[in-house]
Structure formats: structure tokens, C-alpha cells
């Protein structure tokens, strides 16, 4: 079965959603604190996925084209009433800002990297799945966490995964014949490298050490194809 590994990985996620709300009631003070580790641990793993990039001018527009396109649209703004109306369904209005940060947030941590466009490329060329059910173990870990903090937000990221990781699988049936191997190869290292950074932003954001509109930054992920396509016709 095509989507068996994405599969399980949305199931994992709301599975680690739902234990991560009977913990959210756990004195503050350990709650900041593990939220610092965590925010530490982001940064990392963001930092790791930038410097893996081999074409910095590809980033770099990438991520110009795409801020200009999430500030026109308003992208965050949309993303954030987005999450205070879902918000709203199940949690008081105090709480709503806190939803919408916990799916962007979540969203970003499970959908972007390496592991998810590898994971969905093999369960739909090979029907080998063990690198998203390896993924799946590792983000129900982080969303038991992450909910701890944002709520019920984070457990709404699976949407956003299950469709993302199932569409590629789905079209990895048919990729190889329509993108070369080596195109392929280094789309995924760029958009890694993209995705790092907004990762990277995560974190930053979660230490209150600045804010950043990752939200308007989101359209980088798309662009990103649009640009490695024009850098390899030059």
C-alpha cells in the first residue's frame, strides 16, 4: 500500500498529540525550562538541514521570492485566523493565538526535510516505507512535547502531513518519469536546506529571542522548484 508509512506517521502524531494534552497541566517552571531544550534542539536540527545546501544563491532567492509573495497574500495573518477559528471550536478565545502557533509550529517540524520527501519518494518508487515509520516514532515523540506547550494546535499538523507526504508518495509512481535522478537529488538538498532555515526560525521565535513572520515565509517551499529549475538552465 502506497500510503501505509504516511499513514502511520499521521496516526503516530495524533496519538502523541492526544498523551502530550494530559501534560499540559505540569507546573510552569518545568514547562519553560523544557521548552528551552527543545527550542535549543530545533535550532540544531534547523542548523543542520541549512548547512547541508550546496547552492547558496538558490536559498537566498528562495526564500526572497517567497517573502514577497507570504507578505502580498498576508499568508500569516490567514494562517493565524485560521488557527483562532479552530481554536475557538474547542478551547477559550485566550488560548486560540497558542493553537495557531502549535500547527505552524508542528507543521513545519513534521513536514519539512529530508525524511519526509525520502520517506514518501521510496513507499511510492519501492513501496519501502521504513523511513517514514522511523519519522512517525520521532514526531509523535515531538508532538507529545510540542502539545505540552501549544495544545491542541499541534495535533491539527497532521492535515498538513498526510496530504504533503501522501501526494508525493502517490506521484513517486510516476516521477522517475518525469524528473531526472540528478535534478531530483539536488531539488531535495536545496529545499532541505530552505526548510532548515525556517526550522532554524522555529526555534529563534520559541526563545522569544525575535519574532519572525515564518508564516509569510512559507511560499520559500514552493519557490524554491521554481528557482533550482531556473539555476540549472544557467
Same mark, same amino acid.
Given at each position: ?20 494534552? #494530559? #501534560?499540559?497541566?505540569?507546573?510552569? /517552571? ?12 530545533? @535550532? ?12 547558496? *544563491? ?22 493565524? /485566523? ?7 471550536? #474547542? ?20 513536514? *519539512? ?24 516514532? *520521532? ?28 501526494? *508525493? ?5 510516476? @516521477?522517475?518519469?518525469? =524528473? ?7 531539488? @531535495? ?34 519557490? =524554491? ?10
Amino acid at each position: 500500500m502506497v500510503l501505509y508509512g504516511t499513514l502511520i506517521n499521521g496516526a503516530l502524531i495524533v496519538i502523541g498529540s492526544l498523551l502530550g494534552l #494530559f #501534560f499540559t497541566k505540569i507546573p510552569e /517552571r518545568y514547562k519553560k525550562t523544557v521548552m528551552h531544550g527543545i527550542s535549543l534542539a530545533v @535550532i540544531l536540527i534547523g542548523l543542520q538541514m541549512a548547512f547541508s545546501t550546496e547552492t547558496i *544563491i538558490v536559498v537566498l532567492l528562495s526564500l526572497l521570492t517567497g517573502a514577497i509573495i507570504g507578505e502580498f497574500i498576508h499568508l500569516e495573518e490567514g494562517l493565524n /485566523r485560521f488557527g483562532a477559528w479552530v481554536g475557538s471550536k #474547542f478551547t477559550t478565545s485566550n488560548e486560540n493565538f497558542s493553537v495557531a502557533q502549535g500547527f505552524m509550529t508542528a507543521s513545519l517540524m513534521f513536514v *519539512i526535510g529530508a525524511m519526509s520527501i525520502l520517506g514518501a519518494l521510496d513507499s511510492g518508487i519501492r513501496g519501502d516505507h521504513e523511513i517514514l515509520i522511523t519519522k512517525a516514532v *520521532i514526531d509523535g515523540f515531538v508532538a507529545l512535547v510540542l502539545t505540552t506547550t501549544f495544545g491542541f494546535g499541534v495535533v491539527l499538523s497532521v492535515v498538513p502531513v498526510v496530504l504533503y507526504q501522501g501526494t *508525493i508518495a502517490l506521484l513517486a509512481t510516476q @516521477i522517475e518519469n518525469w =524528473v531526472p535522478e540528478a535534478f531530483l537529488n539536488g531539488l @531535495i538538498v536545496e529545499l532541505t536546506a530552505v526548510g532548515g532555515l525556517l526550522i532554524l526560525a522555529i526555534g529563534l521565535n520559541m526563545l522569544k529571542i525575535v519574532q519572525i513572520r515564518i508564516g509569510n515565509l512559507l511560499p520559500s517551499i514552493v519557490t =524554491v522548484v521554481l528557482v533550482y529549475y531556473i539555476y540549472q538552465l544557467f
